[in-house]
């Protein structure tokens, strides 16, 4: 128990796209609405895999890491190189077929952020081009 006799629940925290997302056990989840008062949805109809049933999630998720991908100035390939994860992982997760685990959002989380930061770098370090310039050929 932790301070003040509360239980601490082992979750995860990642941002995505400007959004904090909490990423927790279900049996975790599931405590919390009994603590609550409420009740959690019933899981999915025919759910095969605990990704099933969040074909929602998984678009919505598709839908920021490629916005994110293509705000960095990156590649598919170069994204899942810098995350250390296949090409084909990535694209997948980028159409939407597969719910990746947290340590891979986490690597794509990690690997877009030190890219945007780069990018602000270059850009800020970047003197704006002039009239002379242009006249030199620069």
Not at 29 to 53: H, N, Q, T
Not at 93 to 122: N, Q, S, Y
Request: glycine share 8%; aromatic share 2%; charged share 30%.
């Amino acid at each position: 128990m932790a301070k003040g006799n509360h239980p601490v629940i082992d979750c995860r925290r990642v941002e995505l796209d400007g959004t904090a997302y909490v990423i927790l056990r279900e049996s975790a989840f599931d405590y919390l609405c009994r603590k609550a008062g409420v009740r959690p949805p019933p899981p999915p109809a025919g759910a095969a895999s605990p990704g099933a049933g969040l074909d929602l999630d998984s678009a919505r998720l598709a839908q920021k890491l490629l916005r994110r991908r293509l705000a960095a100035g990156l590649s598919q390939a170069e994204l899942a190189r810098r995350a250390e994860i296949r090409p084909e992982t990535l694209n997948r997760i980028e159409r939407g077929r597969t719910t990746p685990d947290f340590a891979t959002i986490r690597k794509l989380v990690l690997a877009m952020g030190a890219a945007e930061r780069l990018r602000v770098r270059m850009e800020v370090s970047e003197p704006p081009a002039t009239e002379d310039d242009d006249a030199i050929g620069k």
